[in-house]
């Protein structure tokens, strides 16, 4: 299947800084990318969907200013955690779909990254 | 709104046992459904997925039924392994603003036993 990377895999920051997600799909273009949350035993929740070349489209609740999303190319979507707390801290996954192949597809998951806030 | 959800949290098997995971879902328009293994730090993987216009569908060890009339889905895990404990979550495809949005189920923590 197609690889979906993300980086870093773990990042620690302090209290009220800003942290850079990527999310890469590594042997195909994605037009959409997707980024989940997940907290510790519970499940993936959709925060955004990443859309090359205009902006991303934000669920009920999750605040665009506090979550920056940019698609800058088909192979790259970042996902910035602005003046970061530690109430964000959290795993935060993407995926991306293989464009092409329909819509009935699997998407590929990145491994996660773990952010810490302190 | 609409969710999917799952009955049971934690399933516990003998290693050699079959296991059978199940999942709710609400929205009756859904027409696609994935199960995905997620083991601890790591993202989720693709097991197997179905279309709403099939009730059943074989993998290497691993089946899907779906039941459209009682909006039900569940994966079955044949000769379970050690190296299948993990949590595993069903999630169904939402049409949505075009996008065509996956959401996802609790997950349940399967533990498998020697």
């Known amino acids: 299947g197609a690889v979906v990377s993300q980086h870093p895999s773990w990042v620690i920051c302090k209290s009220g800084t800003s942290v850079k997600i990527e999310c890469r799909s590594l042997?195909?273009?994605?037009?959409?990318m997707f980024w989940y949350r997940q907290f510790p035993k519970q499940s993936l929740m959709l925060m955004a969907t990443?859309?090359?070349?205009?902006?991303?489209?934000?669920e009920q609740g999750v605040e665009k200013d506090k979550f920056l999303i940019n698609h800058a190319s088909l192979t790259l979507s970042t996902l910035t955690v602005t003046s970061a707390h530690p109430e964000d801290s959290s795993f935060y996954i993407c995926?991306?779909?293989?464009?092409?192949?329909?819509?009935?597809?699997?998407?590929?998951f990145g491994q996660g990254t773990r952010l810490t806030v302190v | 709104g609409e969710s999917v959800g799952l009955h049971l949290p934690t399933l516990s098997v003998q290693e050699g046992d079959n296991s059978i995971i199940n999942c709710a879902y609400s929205?009756?328009?859904?027409?696609?459904f994935i199960w995905y293994k997620q083991e601890s730090g790591k993202g989720p993987q693709f097991i197997i997925d179905?279309?709403?216009?099939?009730d059943k569908r074989q993998g290497q060890r691993v089946t899907v039924l779906l039941n459209k009339t009682v909006k039900h889905l569940s994966l079955q895990i044949a000769a379970t392994q050690p190296g299948d404990s993990a949590v595993y979550f069903c999630?169904?495809?939402?049409?949505?603003?075009?996008?065509?949005?996956?959401?996802f189920g609790a997950g349940t923590r399967l533990a498998v036993h020697p």
């Open positions: 179905i279309r709403s216009n099939m």
């Open positions: 990443s859309n090359e070349g205009s902006k991303a489209t934000y």
């Open positions: 999630a169904e495809r939402a049409a949505s603003g075009g996008y065509n949005k996956l959401i």
């Open positions: 929205n009756s328009a859904s027409d696609y």
């Open positions: 995926s991306a779909r293989e464009p092409g192949r329909g819509l009935n597809t699997e998407a590929f």
């Open positions: 042997d195909f273009q994605a037009t959409t």
